[in-house]
């Protein structure tokens, strides 16, 4: 079956505009999850939908981020008034969780450049 | 919240060495699970382990979960060059988010 998609793949932003990332997790999935990875650096958790329950936020770097999940499904992430320090690639996981934990399914990621 | 220690960060192996990786918490921990990321790519789940001292193996990746759950190990014999990447090995707590160790970087000389 289709994996999690991502989209855009690429987006060129100028500092101070406002983004939205996009993440289609793989269906009947009932986690979903947006990490940020630098170049060469490892996983930043940001944020972590299980379900009808309340989102995870914990990881959220500032109060530009934001992410919501409509229907148990998609996911955008949007972060306002981009910074360069927000350059980085975006990515979506989603996961299975039935009676046990099962591993993450990870989409392409987003390559975020703020100029 | 609990941590994982990854070490090393970095490893560079002749083809045809051996090679492994050990992630460490101070805490004892429900699950491991272990990922690997080749260079551009994304993070590709490998295997999950969920018992005291198991052992599961994939070809020449063979992982260990440690008797007091609080270690685990990702060994790799005789490696190629397609083994080339980072490998992370994460971990969470009922539906706690999972926390990725830093990962090590995996380097293959021909």
């Known amino acids: 079956g289709a994996g999690v998609s991502q989209s855009p793949s690429n987006k060129v932003t100028e500092k101070g505009k406002d983004v939205e990332l996009r993440c289609d997790p793989i269906?009947?999935?009932?986690?979903l999850y947006w990490y940020r990875q630098s170049l060469g650096q490892g996983l930043e958790f940001l944020i972590y939908?299980?379900?009808?329950?309340?989102?995870?936020k914990s990881g959220l770097p500032s109060d530009r981020f934001s992410a919501e999940r409509t229907g148990g499904s998609v996911s955008t992430l949007t972060i306002q008034r981009t910074q360069q320090e927000d350059s980085a690639v975006y990515l979506c996981?989603?996961?299975?969780?039935?009676?046990?934990?099962?591993?993450?399914?990870f989409g392409p990621g987003t390559r975020l450049t703020v100029t | 919240g609990q941590q994982v220690m990854q070490i090393p960060q970095y490893q560079h192996v002749q083809e045809g060495e051996d090679f492994t990786t050990y992630c460490n918490s101070s805490?004892?921990?429900?699950?491991i699970q272990w990922y690997k990321q080749r260079p551009g790519g994304h993070p590709v789940f490998l295997i999950q382990l969920v018992k005291s001292g198991e052992v599961k193996k994939q070809k020449r990746l063979t992982f260990q979960f440690g008797e007091a759950k609080k270690n685990s190990s990702l060994h790799i014999t005789a490696t190629q060059t397609t083994d080339v990447g980072t490998y992370f090995c994460?971990?969470?707590?009922?539906?706690?988010?999972?926390?990725f160790g830093k990962g090590t970087r995996l380097s293959v000389i021909a």
């Open positions: 996981a989603s996961s299975y969780l039935a009676g046990g934990y099962t591993g993450q399914y």
């Open positions: 269906s009947g999935h009932t986690a």
């Open positions: 994460a971990s969470n707590s009922g539906n706690t988010p999972l926390v």
């Open positions: 939908f299980q379900g009808n329950s309340a989102p995870d």
């Open positions: 805490t004892t921990l429900s699950n």
